[in-house]
């Protein structure tokens, strides 16, 4: 099984990453994490890439991904990330058909939600505007190309909590957590606007 954990920056993928899979162990699973190859190759060039690295990044990550022999991988992102930051910031698209391609491989697909407290990072991330952007491009792209996600919402164990109850829902779906993703997708499941998930997720947690 192939779990992709998408978002913009500073929305926790990396800690959702591992979360994930140590509760997936416990429940007895075979799990390894694929961490960001982005973040080791900032960390060792000490800059953010140019236009023309972009590429091999994004193949990088897919290699590193596809070479996992687990039973379970939970990847820290994808290709398709690396495309919606070329395209975003660079105005180059070419690594869309890659990206979306990659994705198709895997058997869920969750995204960050950005309800957590924006943290800034170095040179790996931007700023809130610039974590907007993506967010949102990403939910384009993804219902564009007719790719199934869920949003993961929360922050700490009730953020894993429904990750797991979306992953391994015979064993996780019996908790507050999986209501209260149930009940936000009941309300969008018509919706094409990605900017009423706000609005969704002050409701949720007032009510």
């Not at 929305?11 to 591992?18: D, E, R, V, Y």
């Not at 869920?108 to 924006?118: G, K, S, Y």
């Not at 993804?142 to 979306?166: C, K, N, W």
């Not at 829902?169 to 997708?185: G, H, I, K, V």
Request: glycine share 6%.
């Amino acid at each position: 099984m192939k779990i992709a954990i998408l978002g913009a920056e500073s929305t926790g993928k990396s800690t959702l990453c591992h979360a994930l899979a140590a509760s997936m162990r416990e429940a007895g699973s075979d799990v390894v994490v694929v961490d960001e190859y982005l973040r080791e190759w900032c960390a060792t060039m000490m800059r953010t890439p140019q236009p023309h690295e972009q590429a091999a990044i994004a193949r990088t990550q897919t290699q590193r991904i596809d070479a996992v022999q687990s039973a379970t991988v939970v990847a820290d992102t994808t290709a398709l990330m690396t495309a919606i930051y070329s395209d975003i910031l660079f105005q180059d698209p070419g690594l869309y058909s890659f990206g979306i391609e990659d994705l198709r491989s895997f058997h869920h697909v969750l995204v960050t939600a950005t309800d957590l407290p924006w943290v800034a990072d170095s040179y790996f991330r931007d700023s809130p505007h610039g974590q907007q952007a993506i967010h949102l491009r990403l939910q384009e792209v993804l219902r564009d190309h007719g790719i199934a996600y869920s949003m993961v919402y929360g922050s700490g164990g009730q953020r894993t909590r429904a990750a797991l109850a979306l992953i391994m829902p015979s064993q996780f779906s019996s908790n507050a957590d999986s209501e209260t993703y149930n009940r936000w997708m009941a309300k969008c499941e018509k919706c094409s606007d990605a900017r009423c998930e706000h609005s969704l997720f002050r409701e949720l947690t007032d009510g």
